[in-house]
């Protein structure tokens, strides 16, 4: 590209060059010759211009590709709760966000093991309590539509239900709810839709 742009300016200074010495020198024949040199500048310019739009077209078109890429399970996991640091995650299901003003919402069922699950309650400043998987007051929301896969009463007969809300942004919470053995578990972080 930088080389067609060096290419027409050689030639817009040749044709100006040979423009002035053919009035000079009242010489039809280097007139002429610089209306040439004009004639491959203004070619040279229209090509240059439609390289370089296509060049920002291809770029736009790859930025706008990668904003919208689906994300994987593991890079959602990685997102909301950081990388685990032992290798018994195995992310079920999830629902990222699209659209964060309109879906609010990032879904996940995983299973894991007691270690991970550790971490990932010291992460934050999670309030909790046990209840009964019939319960479902305690652990459904209504902020979001939950995913057809969303069944945290899968889990057993009870199960521990924590929440984080963060004082400095109060529409912001995650929910963390798992099994009593540690082994699986359902998280939802949403934001409140305004």
């Known amino acids: 590209m930088a080389e067609l742009i060096s290419i027409t300016v050689v030639l817009f200074l040749a044709s100006t060059v040979l423009f002035f010495m053919g009035i000079t020198r009242k010489n039809l024949r280097l007139f002429v010759a610089a209306i040439v040199f004009l004639m491959l500048t203004g070619i040279a310019a229209v090509y240059s211009f439609f390289i370089g739009a296509k060049k920002s077209v291809d770029f736009a078109k790859a930025t706008v590709k990668e904003i919208f890429r689906e994300r994987t399970a ?113 998280f939802c972080d949403f934001a409140e839709l305004k």
């Open 74 to 186: 593991m890079e959602i996991y990685t997102a909301v709760l950081d990388s685990p640091t032992v290798s018994c995650v195995e992310v079920l299901h999830t629902q990222d966000l699209v659209i964060p003003a309109l879906d609010g919402c990032i879904w996940l069922e995983f299973t894991t093991c007691p270690t991970e699950l550790e971490r990932i309650i010291s992460l934050r400043s999670y309030n909790g309590k046990r209840c009964a998987v019939k319960d479902t007051s305690a652990y459904k929301t209504s902020r979001c539509a939950e995913p057809t896969w969303w069944h945290p009463e899968q889990l057993a007969d009870s199960i521990n239900f924590l929440t984080d809300r963060n004082p400095t942004d109060p529409d912001h919470a995650r929910f963390l709810i798992f099994s009593s053995d540690s082994n699986h578990a359902f």
